[in-house]
């Protein structure tokens, strides 16, 4: 039980950064909202930690997870969110889930895909 109280107030204060950050998006300060994105992530990559392991926990575990990869994008650490992404998928996510994922994994990574194979390639347009 005091696990699963661990990861709710971890959560909490994770989503409540994010939106911090959302906030100061909005107001156009990068420079904060940069700095509450990374505190959002290392809160919810925290919450995620707790349930790493606990397979059977979905899809909570997933959940978790997939919102640190997606707050580690926001803040610039694309390799944390491949971890991230990496650690569920080597679990059972719910199937919906898995595939955001694998979407997500995609997104992070086709523009260096085509780079190394000399395309050019303008996402904008995917």
């Given at each position: 039980?005091?696990i699963?109280n661990?990861?709710?107030?971890?959560?909490?204060?994770?989503m409540?950064?994010a939106?911090?950050?959302?906030i100061?998006?909005l107001?156009?300060d990068?420079?904060s909202a940069l700095?509450?994105?990374?505190q959002a992530?290392?809160k919810?990559r925290l919450?995620?930690?707790?349930?790493?392991?606990n397979?059977v926990?979905?899809?909570?575990?997933?959940?978790?997870?997939?919102?640190a990869a997606?707050?580690?994008?926001?803040?610039?650490?694309?390799?944390a969110?491949?971890?991230l992404?990496?650690?569920v998928?080597s679990g059972n996510p719910?199937?919906?889930i898995?595939?955001?994922?694998?979407?997500l994994?995609?997104q992070?990574?086709?523009?260096?895909y085509?780079?190394?194979?000399?395309i050019?390639?303008?996402?904008?347009?995917l």
């Open positions: 039980m005091v699963i661990q990861i709710q107030d971890l959560h909490k204060q994770a409540d950064f939106e911090m950050a959302q100061a998006k107001k156009g990068s420079v700095k509450l994105s990374k992530f290392e919810e919450a995620a930690e707790l349930i790493v392991n397979l926990a979905e899809p909570t575990r997933s959940v978790l997870h997939r919102s997606t707050l580690a994008i926001d803040c610039g650490e694309i390799a969110a491949e971890r992404i990496a650690i998928l719910p199937q919906e898995a595939e955001e994922l694998k979407d994994f995609v992070i990574n086709i523009d260096k085509f780079a190394r194979r000399g050019e390639f303008d996402s904008a347009k």
